[in-house]
Structures are given as structure tokens and as C-alpha cells.
């Protein structure tokens, strides 16, 4: 199960970190994902991280938002910065097995409900 937190509303420019907290088995040896659906568009790929801490970056994010996890509390983060008003979507955290990152949503088989960012402008 993994259970999102920390969205919430911020100004353009701003700052948040969001949560995935990954409970009912281990996933450390997991790709931790984070993906996002605006409202009327597809879920895309934000961000994704090994279990040994390499990272992927969508290039919409690159520069401005850093994912990471902690082994120890089973859980990934997504540090955004300098947030924009096109960031606003739900933001999900997703789990794939396997060593390799990936960026299609299809390849994760563990998702949380999301957690609504909303960037005003």
C-alpha cells in the first residue's frame, strides 16, 4: 500500500514536499515513481528513483523538483521548487519491481490515491 501526503496550494515560485509512505511489504529494492494528472489531460511521468538512489527526471521538472527516499521509513519524497501554475495536478506515488527506472505508467503495478498540488499564479 502506498499512502500520499503533504499537497496542498501554493503561490508560483514556491515550495512543497510531498510524501509516499510504502506499507505491506518491503520496498526498498523497488523503483519509487512519482507521476501526475492534470485535470483533462494524461498521467505523465514526473520523476522516478532506484532502490540503489539513481534518479530520472521528466524535463519539464529537471532543475526544479529532486526525489528521494529513506530506506529506513519506507519512504520517497518529491521536493518541488520554484512550482509553477502548469505543475497543478494530482501527483501519485507508484512502485515497480525490478532494477530498471521507467517512465510509462504501465510498468509500475503498486499506486497510492494521490495528492492534489495546486499551484496558483
Known amino acids: 500500500q502506498l499512502v500520499e501526503s503533504g499537497g496542498g496550494l501554493v503561490q508560483a515560485g514556491g515550495s512543497l514536499r510531498i510524501s509516499c509512505v510504502a506499507s505491506?511489504?518491503?520496498?526498498?529494492?523497488?523503483?519509487m515513481g512519482w507521476f501526475r494528472q492534470a485535470p483533462g489531460k494524461e498521467r505523465e511521468f514526473v520523476a522516478a528513483?532506484?532502490?540503489?538512489?539513481?534518479?530520472l527526471y521528466a524535463d519539464s521538472v529537471k532543475g526544479r523538483f529532486t526525489i528521494s527516499r529513506d530506506g529506513a521509513k519506507n519512504t520517497v519524497y518529491l521536493q518541488m521548487n520554484s512550482l509553477e501554475p502548469d505543475d497543478t495536478a494530482v501527483y501519485y506515488c507508484?512502485?515497480?519491481?525490478?532494477?530498471?527506472?521507467?517512465?510509462?505508467?504501465?510498468?509500475?503495478?503498486?499506486w497510492g490515491q494521490g495528492t492534489q498540488v495546486t499551484v496558483s499564479a
Open positions: 528513483v532506484s532502490g540503489s538512489g539513481s534518479e
Open positions: 505491506g511489504r518491503t520496498f526498498s529494492n523497488y523503483v
Open positions: 507508484a512502485a515497480k519491481g525490478g532494477y530498471s527506472k521507467s517512465t510509462r505508467q504501465y510498468d509500475y503495478g503498486f
